[in-house]
């Protein structure tokens, strides 16, 4: 391992053209040394230039930049980072995100302070103004970030996604990476679950970043299908990782309601009481995913 990288960013992207590069100037734009700084990027074979914006901008901007091609899924993407990284920490950033300047800086400094922690996660930017369902998605990842426990990685039972976390790399070699069978969404949700089971501490810290949440109804739908997709198959993997009624519609309606005075408070707009019917939309889309999985047999043959 090259010791003179702390810390590399996974940026694992697919025809992500029009948001990329707002995420690559935050990058840039980072107080953390840019010498002590490697960026590694999986492409998902990307046909709308996201590449070429990526490679025009991040050149200028850090002295070693690997890019991958890959078209297997995220389990793959992000475990090609795990295994190509040369830093101590990897921090993962999405074609849809940016982050606060100094965000590296204050992940690493967070880690090095606390040696048990294998994964911390940000915090998220409240960001609306964008259409009805992606300001109910924003507010209410929002909420968790914001009003959940500080420093515990379980608010309101989830664990952490990989969107702007910081990964130890010891800990997740140590329980073999991501799961390359994951073609779908969940990856991030097996690594947590995999990485706490071997003793390590999950944790979220006060660092901001600002994530796009999807602008339509249908693509929120389609999302959740997505994650049901991807639920099923930790689920048989280990059906403690997921607990089904805890995503049930009904439960979706309750962490909706539970939700909506912290949004409320955020933003001081009524319209966030919607958030229990919000919920409520995106797990019945959950379910439908999971039994969509269930009938074409993914993840029912798992060793």
Not at 140 to 147: G, K, M, R
Not at 195 to 209: D, H, P, S
Not at 251 to 277: E, K
Request: with cysteine.
């Amino acid at each position: 391992m090259d010791s003179q990288f702390v810390v590399t960013v996974g940026l694992c992207v697919k025809n992500g053209a029009t948001i990329i590069k707002k995420a690559v100037d935050s990058l840039c734009r980072q107080t953390f040394p840019a010498q002590n700084t490697e960026i590694i990027v999986v492409d998902g074979n990307s046909k709308d230039g996201t590449l070429q914006i990526i490679k025009a901008n991040l050149k200028t901007c850090f002295g070693r930049i690997q890019i991958f091609q890959e078209n297997h899924g995220l389990g793959v993407a992000r475990q090609m980072v795990i295994q190509k990284a040369s830093g101590k920490y990897i921090v993962w950033l999405d074609a849809d995100m940016m982050l606060a300047p100094n965000y590296l800086e204050n992940q690493v400094s967070f880690m090095e302070q606390n040696p048990d922690v294998g994964i911390a996660g940000g915090t998220y930017t409240l960001h609306i103004g964008h259409g009805l369902a992606a300001d109910l998605e924003n507010v209410a990842y929002a909420v968790d970030s914001i009003f959940g426990r500080p420093g515990s990685a379980s608010k309101f039972g989830f664990l952490p996604g990989a969107e702007g976390a910081i990964y130890r790399v010891e800990a997740v070699r140590q329980v073999g990476g991501f799961d390359t069978q994951i073609n779908g969404a969940a990856e991030d949700t097996d690594l947590a679950y995999r990485v706490r089971a071997k003793g390590w501490q999950l944790a979220m810290t006060q660092e901001r970043f600002t994530e796009s949440t999807r602008a339509s109804w249908q693509t929120l739908w389609n999302q959740y299908v997505w994650y049901g997709r991807g639920g099923h198959y930790i689920f048989h993997k280990d059906s403690r990782s997921v607990n089904l009624l805890q995503m049930s519609p009904m439960a979706g309606f309750v962490a909706g309601i539970l939700r909506s005075p912290g949004a409320y408070l955020l933003t001081h707009n009524t319209t966030f009481f919607l958030l229990p019917v919000h919920y409520t939309y995106k797990r019945i889309a959950w379910f439908c995913g999971f039994c969509n999985a269930h009938l074409s047999g993914y993840g029912h043959k798992i060793d």
